[in-house]
């Protein structure tokens, strides 16, 4: 079993600035939106935090001096969208996305032991789009991506940290090409640069007389070539066919192999139909 959630932010109003939000009970949010030089382009920002760290920080303030007094753990969430597009003329676009998020969770002890986690993600792209003719444009982006999570425990004076990190900056350029109402063809290529932070370790007494840190790091080059075609046989029928060759080097050892596809998809009637897939 598997699924893939696609999901697609939507463009700026090019026509007036709007600001849309909400406040809840654990969490708020913000939108601000709006055209790019006269319409030419638009813009959208959006962002939400949680703030149930607030809630529990109160009761831990008013229970601190109790005998039996066990904190609550701190937890929230805060994440960060944005979108521009720009045309450039009748055949070229721009369009940039990002986004950011983290999540944030701490516990602290009456005995003078914390302990803090963090984890997120960094995104950001920018995409150009170029029409060649109503029948064949090309989608060519760059972008990276940074996923990290940081570990840190204190007891009195002394810290000890413990780190992670995936970062990928990769560059891909996809044609696609309608010849008739029957076919749909597709070619590419893709170049991505793996760094792989497996640790990161900090740790120090506070008094500068116990203090060291480490970082493991690997690197890695994954790149790709790929075509297919998506053929409507019959109303029913569907076929598609495709093969891709990756490769993926990292120091002295590389890998490289030739991956074939092919789907059909059969349908019995409007609401149901067969597929078979191969890869």
Request: no cysteine.
């Amino acid at each position: 079993l598997s699924s893939v959630v696609d999901v697609k932010l939507r463009e700026g109003d090019r026509q007036h600035y709007v600001a849309t939000g909400g406040i809840g009970l654990i969490s708020s949010r913000l939108t601000y939106e709006g055209p790019i030089n006269k319409g030419k382009g638009s813009f959208i920002v959006s962002g939400r935090r949680t703030y149930f760290d607030i809630f529990t920080r109160a009761i831990n303030k008013r229970n601190e001096k109790k005998e039996d007094y066990s904190p609550i753990p701190d937890y929230y969430f805060y994440d960060f969208n944005a979108k521009a597009n720009y045309t450039l003329g009748a055949k070229d676009q721009l369009f940039f996305t990002s986004y950011l998020g983290r999540d944030v969770f701490g516990f602290s002890s009456a005995g003078g032991f914390n302990f803090n986690f963090s984890w997120g993600n960094t995104i950001g792209t920018l995409r150009w789009n170029h029409v060649f003719s109503p029948k064949l444009f090309v989608n060519t982006s760059v972008s990276v991506s940074d996923y990290k999570y940081n570990l840190t425990n204190r007891l009195d004076q002394f810290t000890f940290g413990l780190g992670s990190h995936i970062t990928d900056f990769t560059g891909r350029t996809d044609f696609e090409y309608t010849p008739d109402d029957r076919h749909i063809l597709k070619v590419g290529a893709m170049l991505t640069q793996h760094q792989f932070g497996v640790g990161r370790l900090d740790a120090n007494s506070g008094d500068g007389r116990i203090n060291f840190g480490s970082d493991i790091n690997y690197y890695g080059i994954e790149g790709a070539l790929y075509a297919s075609d998506n053929y409507k046989a019959t109303d029913k029928l569907q076929l598609e066919g495709g093969l891709r060759l990756s490769g993926f080097r990292s120091g002295s050892d590389q890998y490289a192999g030739l991956e074939p596809r092919a789907s059909a998809r059969y349908s019995l009637n409007d609401r149901t139909s067969l597929k078979l897939n191969y890869a």
